[in-house]
């Protein structure tokens, strides 16, 4: 797909969002499911952005969030008939050769769909069968594409868009579809979370069956349990809904602080709770890391604003070169107290975390920060795991659930103890540095020496491809994909902004 189709790919989003968000603007009842309609056309990237939405009752209203709560995973299926083609194409065998018995399609999303089944084995288990959808890959491509080509004029007409690095966002996005394409990785996932969970009481992760498990199907241990977007049916089998939003969002906290690896699509079609309480996760397609530095970043955001320290959250922001520092960190501190002190003394039902990442966004904009790509995700998720607690109880406090995790986080990794173990790692990462020295010398003493004689030579294929990439970046044709792209985006940036 060229940059003319992906020009293309975003006109057509224009005209099929325009008409929803006016709809919206003005009111409409029939907002929701024109948007809804729109997104499903537009295919599996934009039926994401709806689903994130869905759980946002709070943003959208709550009659938009159940016109889009269908493409979590209600999607019109693809045939049972197609299904079978594709196991038996990704195995080389007939499905009655790997299943006893296999279903109609239960649930299906953006990228697949979900059958129950039974294995062959002597006895049989109960199995979920997950399948992708037929060309989803390619779809998906073409909306990476179209994405990549706004992403890149607005970069270079909006010194904004440079400090987002919308650029980035996006490398991020294609990598994480990238790995949710491949049913093998999101296998890898789900079992990575297992081993990190599986000592936990009230979070499980169900097994995977390696056997019957491909690139594009993946069989996993069956699961019985209500699903979190009921809150009837949970206090129906005696769970309080209330604690089961608690739960959430401490198992997410928890993944992301302690392992640095957390489920990132925790809408409620992905959430049960099971017979004996606990909250299963399942559909591993999207999944967050955070290095040790982002964690410690977090945690210490959140500690501060949960102790009003602002200055302390000033100084996390200047540590990690996040804001410039020929700014004041008195006057950034000022403007974080702007931002915290309003939450404190308010009801729960008012404090939205959606609200607070808005107001964070506009401050650090004042204050020339860098959007960090590794947290896209991590910020996505809270947003959505927030709106899924909020469904659950209207009164959510995310602060007071946050707090143990955030504090034991801290406690545990940036206490006295914690520092003798960082002191540890430093000694073996000088000593790994003094092993290493005498080819850093060499290294430098080469190079030396090149510039000496005349200067850094090249290899010729890296010539070669530098050469070739001025060439196609001059080409006169993107001009006018460039124009049509910014064309395209200002107008629905100006309708949408109108009234």
């Not at 299926?77 to 079978?84: I, L, M, N, V, Y």
């Not at 992301?256 to 489920?263: E, I, K, N, S, T």
């Not at 959430?271 to 309480?277: K, S």
Request: glycine share 6%; charged share 25%.
């Amino acid at each position: 797909m060229g940059a003319v189709a992906s020009s293309f790919r975003l006109l057509q989003a224009v005209w099929l969002l325009v008409p929803p968000a006016l709809a919206f603007r003005n009111r409409r009842p029939e907002a929701g499911a024109r948007l809804s309609q729109a997104l499903e056309k537009l295919g599996p990237a934009y039926i994401k952005l709806g689903q994130m939405l869905a759980t946002r009752p709070d943003i959208v209203g709550a009659e938009m969030a159940r016109a889009l709560e269908h493409l979590q995973d209600r999607l019109p299926p693809f045939s049972e008939s197609q299904a079978r083609a594709e196991i038996a194409d990704a195995f080389g065998k007939p499905v009655e050769t790997l299943f006893s018995s296999f279903g109609a399609p239960l649930a299906a999303a953006s990228i697949a769909q979900v059958h129950r089944a039974q294995t062959s084995d002597d006895p049989p288990v109960r199995v979920a069968v997950k399948v992708l959808r037929p060309h989803v890959r390619d779809d998906f491509a073409r909306d990476l594409e179209a994405l990549a080509l706004f992403a890149r004029v607005a970069e270079r007409l909006s010194a904004e868009a440079r400090r987002l690095r919308l650029m980035a966002v996006v490398q991020t996005l294609a990598a994480s579809v990238a790995l949710e394409l491949d049913l093998r990785m999101e296998a890898a996932a789900a079992s990575e979370l297992y081993e990190r969970t599986r000592g936990e009481e009230q979070f499980r992760v169900p097994h995977i069956d390696w056997t019957r498990t491909a690139q594009t199907v993946l069989t996993s241990e069956w699961i019985d349990g209500v699903s979190v977007r009921d809150p009837a049916a949970i206090a129906a089998a005696g769970r309080d809904p209330r604690a089961v939003a608690v739960l959430i969002m401490r198992s997410f906290l928890t993944q992301a602080l302690r392992d640095g690896f957390f489920h990132a699509d925790m809408h409620p079609g992905n959430l049960f709770i099971d017979e004996q309480g606990r909250l299963v996760a399942v559909d591993f397609g999207i999944m967050g890391r955070l290095d040790a530095g982002m964690r410690r970043f977090m945690a210490g955001t959140l500690a501060g604003f949960l102790q009003r320290d602002y200055r302390k959250v000033a100084e996390l922001h200047y540590e990690f070169s996040f804001v410039p520092p020929h700014h004041s960190i008195e006057t950034f501190a000022q403007a974080l107290r702007a931002i915290g002190e309003p939450i404190f003394g308010r009801s729960a039902r008012d404090v939205s975390i959606a609200r607070l990442l808005g107001q964070l966004f506009e401050t650090t904009r004042r204050f020339d920060m860098q959007a960090q790509p590794q947290l896209v995700l991590l910020q996505k998720t809270m947003v959505v795991v927030e709106g899924v607690a909020r469904g659950l109880d209207p009164d959510f406090d995310i602060w007071e659930a946050a707090r143990p995790v955030a504090e034991k986080w801290m406690h545990e990794n940036m206490g006295p103890e914690a520092a003798l173990t960082r002191a540890g790692e430093t000694f073996g990462a000088l000593g790994k540095l003094a092993q290493d020295l005498p080819q850093l010398v060499k290294n430098a003493e080469e190079f030396s020496q090149m510039v000496a004689e005349g200067g850094v030579r090249l290899h010729p294929d890296t010539a070669r491809a530098i050469a070739a990439e001025q060439e196609r970046q001059s080409r006169p044709w993107r001009v006018a994909v460039v124009l049509l792209a910014c064309v395209i985006a200002a107008a629905l940036i100006f309708i949408l902004s109108r009234g």
